[in-house]
């Protein structure tokens, strides 16, 4: 310690330009020569201070140029000040800067003749402006050591003399022989945690037993005969697991860079689709609001065409109608008088040309109908409307289905154990209207039985008409995860399409035998798989339960059997183009098959 209190005091004689050699020397004259040039350099440290501080202007930070001196006696730059009043001028206030004291009207500017020269003279001496706020230490800074007043922010730490130098300060030890020798690391608040709190000492070595940082004398003191190593041997011990820690977490962020890049991509696919899918449909909507308008005009027109027709036609009859009338009132007015007429002969010689009657239109072959002329269209329309109702309901649930399974996040890997497929449970259930009548259905529509007989079911265009199969109430898109406990002989786990077909003995209706539906086929002797009427057979551990996982997105299909643990019987990867529905195929009296929602 002695050592290092002799170093430091050449360091402050060099500070002071006093010339002297390297003496060992009495600590007690040491501290007094020391305290002596410390005063004295304070003082001179001191002096510059002021006078910077007194000659630099408060806004810009600088030495003033062109000072001028404001009523209330601070002094600034004429250009500073003048642009800090321009910007008040719309209100009016003038004040200063430092004091806040108002001035009305606007003070007029004149150069500080005294101070311009005073401030020459300081310049010839060396004078340079106060470091900048920045520069100084703050709350959250490191502060040098040997600086007095406002201290500067320390850049550098000397292990060796244990004390923080700013810019300043620290050039001794760049400039002097003995300083350069001296370790230097950056400044940190946490710095005197280096330092052995037992004997004030730089703990420079490692205890690899105790896993922390010692001083020499910690090596040969209470940690004795532990396995003590240098902290330089550590550090480059732990520097090569560092950076094998950071090529791992490189090739990582590598990694994610290029998932983040996939995202991306993905999100302007997603994006390019919506636009293009909402300009497609558009032009769609637009194309059908204009035919329904189109058939609303011709029917429009049609319908006037035919009001058109019909009206001439009738109009044509009350003409003749008219002429009619006419005709026989003139013959009953003829005949009236023909009546009155006293002279027997004259009339008998009359009465035969007046009693002739010209062939009439018949009431009768005029066909009316009230109120009922173009209801027939009303009609005819409204059943288009109801039909069209029908189509757009049918169709909206389809592109709902297809807008809910558009997924934005990449793909789950499989799930790895029977835990993480339960995250992506289920609870399905079997639709009635889909099963066979000689299919049961308990437990709440969750378990199926063969019965040979007859169900009491009513008719309906989903049921299977000749195979002994039910699909699930319950379309399944998404993340899926479900189980079916089978007993006796032989039973079919699938999934199908909606549309599969229900009628008839084909292949087309058959689990497996198609290309909507897969099917594995679960029996005592072993598994079958089958897909468009492929069949493999697969083999794998027996058991009763079979665990089926959807991943209707990634078309991704994988069925297990289910025990203890979890074995993969067989996996699809295709791609699914509609929702599917769970489905079970029991194949002889007795045969059952129950889902589960697994727990």
């Given amino acids: 310690m002695l050592e290092k209190f ?17 003496v060992w020397t009495p600590l007690s004259a040491e501290v007094k020569l020391t305290q002596s040039l410390r005063w004295r350099g304070e003082m001179e440290q001191q002096a510059v201070q002021v006078d910077v501080e007194i000659c630099s202007c408060s806004i810009c930070l600088d030495l003033l140029k062109d000072p001028v001196t404001i009523p209330c006696g601070h002094s600034y730059c004429m250009n500073c000040i003048r642009s800090f009043w321009d910007e008040k001028e719309e209100k009016k206030s003038y004040h200063c800067p430092q004091c806040r004291q108002a001035f009305i009207p606007r003070p007029v500017l004149k150069k500080s003749t005294m101070l311009a020269n005073l401030l020459e003279e300081l310049k010839k001496t060396g004078l340079q402006a106060a470091p900048a706020d920045h520069c100084y230490a703050g709350p959250e800074d490191v502060a ?9 922010k320390a850049i550098k730490f000397c292990l060796f003399c244990l004390a923080s130098y700013c810019e300043k300060h620290l050039q001794p030890h760049y400039d002097s022989a003995p300083f350069k020798k001296h370790k230097l690391v950056e400044p940190s608040k946490n710095l005197h945690e280096n330092i052995c709190s037992r004997h004030d000492e730089v703990m420079k070595m490692f205890c690899r037993t105790d896993q922390k940082c010692i001083c020499y004398l910690c090596s040969v003191d209470e940690h004795k005969g532990h396995d003590t190593v240098s902290a330089a041997a550590e550090r480059t011990e732990r520097q090569r697991e560092l950076e094998v820690r950071r ?32 300009e497609d449909s558009e032009k769609i909507f637009t194309e059908l609001i204009r035919l329904i308008q189109k058939r609303s ?21 009350q003409e003749k109608l008219e002429q009619e009338i006419t005709e026989l009132k003139r013959k009953d007015a003829e005949l009236k008088q023909l009546s009155n007429t006293e002279d027997h002969n004259q009339f008998l010689h009359n009465y035969p040309s007046l009693s002739a009657l010209s062939e009439s239109t018949h009431s009768s072959s005029i066909n009316i109908r009230p109120l009922r002329y173009f209801e027939d269209v009303t009609a005819a329309v409204s059943e288009l409307r109801d039909k069209l109702q029908d189509i757009l309901r049918d169709t909206w649930t389809n592109i709902s289905l297809t807008l809910t399974e558009v997924e934005v996040l990449l793909s789950e890997p499989e799930p790895k154990s029977r835990a993480g497929f339960l995250k992506y449970s289920c609870e399905i259930t079997l639709d009635p209207n889909t099963a066979n009548t000689r299919l049961l259905l308990s437990e709440e529509n969750r378990k199926v039985t063969w019965m040979g007989q007859h169900q009491s079911y009513s008719r309906h265009p989903d049921r299977f008409t000749d195979f002994s ?18 007993r006796e002989e032989l039973v079919s786990v699938a999934v199908a399409y909606k549309n599969i077909s229900r009628t008839g003995s084909g292949n087309e209706c058959i689990f497996g035998n198609n290309d909507k539906s897969w099917s594995l086929e679960c029996s005592q002797k072993g598994y079958k798989f089958g897909h468009n009427n492929i069949w493999t057979s697969i083999s794998g551990p027996g058991s009763s339960r079979v665990g089926v996982y959807l991943d209707h997105r990634a078309g991704l299909l994988s069925f297990y059997s289910v025990s203890k643990t979890m074995t993969l019987l067989h996996r699809v990867q295709t791609t699914f183009t509609q929702p599917l529905h769970a489905g079970v195929w029991v194949w002889y009296i007795g045969d059952s098959a129950e889902l589960y929602k697994p727990k």
Avoid: P
């Avoid at 002799?6 to 390297?22: A, Y």
């Fill in 297 to 317: 005009s011709d029917v429009k027109q049609q319908i006037r065409s035919q009001q058109e027709t019909e009206v001439s036609r009738v109009k044509e009859l």
């Fill in 6 to 22: 002799c170093w430091r005091m050449e360091l402050k004689i060099s500070r002071t330009r006093i010339s002297t050699r390297h």
């Fill in 247 to 278: 090529e791992e977490i490189q090739q990582r962020i590598q990694d994610r860079e290029k998932d983040e890049k996939l995202l991306q991509q993905e999100v302007e696919a997603i994006n390019h689709s919506a636009d293009k899918t909402v």
């Fill in 469 to 486: 199969q039910v699909l699930s109430r319950e379309s399944l898109t998404g993340r899926c995860y479900w189980e079916v406990e089978w």
């Fill in 144 to 152: 040098c050591d040997f600086c007095t007043g406002r201290k500067l």
